[in-house]
C-alpha cells in the first residue's frame, strides 16, 4: 500500500526523472527509514542512485550520536553510500538570534545542498508526510499567515522533493512493521517545548472529536492553497517589471500611480515580494505591516515616510515610491581613481564614468544630468569617485559660496533614500561633479580655458525588458527623473 501511495504522488508531482541521483536524507525515524526503503523499491523503475545523508545535530547528546550510527550502519546494511555531518545548532543561535527548530533546518538544508552540488545529484528526498503537513497548516493559523503560508509544506521546491507527502504517518508504521523495519525514536518529539509537539499531541487529537478526517482534510486545504498561490504569484510576476526598478541592489523604486490601479490582493503580494528582497526569510514582514505600508502608497499627501520594522523605510519622490533600510549602503570602495582620459564603472548602479580631454571648449560644452564639462587646468588629474561622507561641502555654480553637500542634497529635492548613493568626482579633497545635477563654482569654463575635460555619465547595460524598449534609462542611485542614453 505505501509503495503504491508513494508511486502515485512521486508521479502526480513529477517528482524524479529517469537516471536521477538522488539523495535520502535520514534521520533514523520511522518517516526516513519508510522513504529510504520505498527509494530502494523504485530505484530499479527510475534506474536511480540512491546516496544515504545523516545531519547529527548534536541537540540530544547520546541519542544524536545513537541515531547517527543507527543510520550509518542502515546504510551499510543496504549497501548505500552513506555521508553524514556534525552541525553547530547552538552556534548558529547565538550568531543569528535564531530558535533551535529555524538554525537546525538552516545548517541542514545548506549540507544537503552542498553534497548534491558536490555529487552532481539531481534531487534530495525529505520524509514529510500527510501529518506533517496539517501540523505545519495549523501552526501557521495559529501563528498568523497568508494565504501562501497556508499553503504548507511545499511536495517539490527542486532539488528537495516529499514523496511521503500524500501518505499519512499511520500507513508508515503500519508498512515498517509488516516489512519488519526498525527505526529509532527522537525524545524531543514529545516535548512539549516546541509547537509543533503541542499541535500534534493535544491540539489535532481534539480537532479530530470534530472531524476524525482532520489530517486528510488539512492536507487538501492546503494542495488548494498552493495552487492558488502559485496562480497569483504569476500575477505578481506579470506586474513586477513595468512596476518596480530594482536595478540598485538595495533599494526599490515603484511607481505610485501604477500600482493605485491592480487588484488589492496583487498589490499586497507584491509589497510582500518586494520588501523580502530586503529580509532573512524569517524576518518577513506581517500582514498589519504590508498594510500599513500599502494603506500608506495609496494616500495623497506623502510628506512624512513611512518607517517599518528592521529599519525598512519609505518615501515618495513625484509619483515614484522608493523603499530601502537605512543601514545598508552600496556595496562599493570608499574611493574610486578616474583616469583622465580613462574611465570606471559603478556595477552596483549600472553606470560608468567617461573621461577625455579636450583641446579647446567645444561648441555646445554645457553641462547638464549626463555630461560636464571641466577646466582641466582647474583640476587635479587622476580625479577620484566616491560618495557623500559627513561634513562634505560644495559650492555649486553659480553659488556665492559653499554649503553643505547634505543642504546641497535637499535644494535638489534629492530623496533621502539616494543621497548616499550619488556619485561625486572630486579634485583631491574639492567636489567637481555631483554627477546628475551640477559641477563646481572653481571648474567652471571661462573665457581663458584652454584645456577641457569632458566627464560623462552613461547606463553600463540594459537591465530588463522595459529599458530595452526604450532609448533611454533612468540613472540609478541619483534622480528617477534623470535620463541616461545608452553609449
Not at 550510527?69 to 553524514?84: D, N, S
Not at 498589519?288 to 494616500?299: V, Y
Request: proline fraction near 5%; charged fraction near 20%; hydrophobic fraction near 45%.
Amino acid at each position: 500500500m505505501l509503495l503504491a501511495e508513494v508511486q502515485a504522488c512521486v508521479e502526480t508531482y513529477a517528482m524524479l526523472s529517469q537516471g536521477d541521483t538522488v539523495i535520502v536524507a535520514v534521520s533514523g525515524g520511522a518517516d526516513s527509514m519508510a522513504l529510504l526503503s520505498v527509494l530502494l523499491q523504485l530505484r530499479a523503475a527510475y534506474h536511480l542512485t540512491i546516496v544515504v545523508a545523516h545531519v547529527n545535530h548534536q541537540l540530544r547528546g547520546v541519542e544524536s550520536e545513537r541515531d547517527a550510527l543507527f543510520v550509518e550502519q542502515q546504510a551499510r546494511r543496504l549497501g548505500v553510500p552513506f555521508y553524514q555531518t556534525r552541525v553547530d545548532v547552538r552556534g548558529l543561535q547565538r550568531q543569528a538570534r535564531l530558535a533551535v527548530h529555524p538554525a537546525a533546518r538552516q545548517l541542514r538544508y545548506r549540507f544537503f545542498s552542498a553534497l548534491a552540488a558536490k555529487l552532481n545529484a539531481t534531487r534530495v528526498t525529505l520524509g514529510h508526510t500527510s501529518d506533517d503537513q496539517a501540523e505545519t497548516v495549523l501552526m501557521r493559523l495559529v501563528r498568523g499567515a497568508s494565504s501562501r503560508g497556508l499553503a504548507g509544506i511545499p511536495a517539490v521546491r527542486l532539488p528537495f522533493i516529499r514523496p511521503l507527502l500524500c501518505v499519512s504517518r499511520q500507513t508508515i508504521y503500519a508498512y515498517l512493521r509488516q516489512e519488519g523495519i526498525a527505526w529509532v525514536e527522537d525524545s524531543s518529539n514529545v516535548q512539549q517545548t516546541y509547537l509543533r509537539n503541542r499541535v500534534r499531541h493535544d491540539l489535532l487529537p481534539h480537532l479530530r472529536r470534530y472531524n476524525p478526517q482532520m489530517s486528510p482534510r488539512l492536507h487538501d486545504v492546503a494542495e488548494l492553497l498552493h495552487a492558488e498561490d502559485a496562480f497569483l504569484e504569476t500575477q505578481v510576476d506579470a506586474w513586477i517589471s513595468p512596476l518596480v526598478d530594482a536595478r540598485v541592489a538595495h533599494r526599490r523604486t515603484l511607481q505610485r500611480t501604477l500600482f493605485r490601479t491592480i487588484p488589492l490582493a496583487i498589490q499586497r503580494r507584491l509589497l510582500l515580494r518586494v520588501t523580502e528582497t530586503f529580509l532573512a526569510p524569517s524576518e518577513g514582514l506581517s500582514f498589519r505591516h504590508i498594510e500599513s505600508l500599502r494603506q500608506w502608497m495609496m494616500h495623497d499627501t506623502q510628506e512624512k515616510p513611512w518607517y517599518g520594522p528592521r529599519h525598512l523605510m519609505a518615501t515618495q519622490h513625484n509619483e515614484m515610491v522608493v523603499l530601502w533600510q537605512r543601514h545598508k549602503r552600496l556595496a562599493v570602495p570608499d574611493t574610486l581613481l578616474l583616469p583622465v582620459p580613462g574611465r570606471v564603472e559603478l556595477p552596483a548602479l549600472n553606470i560608468q564614468l567617461h573621461a577625455e580631454v579636450c583641446a579647446v571648449p567645444v561648441e555646445g560644452s554645457v553641462s547638464h544630468v549626463q555630461d560636464a564639462w571641466l577646466d582641466l587646468d582647474a583640476v587635479s588629474v587622476p580625479l577620484t569617485v566616491r560618495f557623500w561622507r559627513f561634513g562634505d561641502r560644495f559650492r555649486p555654480l553659480g553659488a556665492p559660496g559653499s554649503k553643505k553637500l547634505q543642504d546641497f542634497f535637499i535644494d535638489s529635492k534629492i530623496p533621502q533614500a539616494e543621497r548616499l548613493d550619488v556619485p561625486l568626482v572630486a579634485s583631491q579633497q574639492t567636489i567637481v561633479w555631483v554627477v546628475g545635477y551640477r559641477i563646481a563654482e572653481v571648474c567652471k569654463l571661462r573665457a581663458d580655458t584652454r584645456r577641457v575635460v569632458h566627464l560623462q555619465c552613461r547606463a553600463m547595460r540594459n537591465i530588463d525588458a522595459r529599458v530595452a524598449e526604450s532609448a533611454c534609462v533612468h540613472l540609478p542611485g541619483i534622480c528617477p527623473s534623470i535620463a541616461l542614453k545608452h553609449g
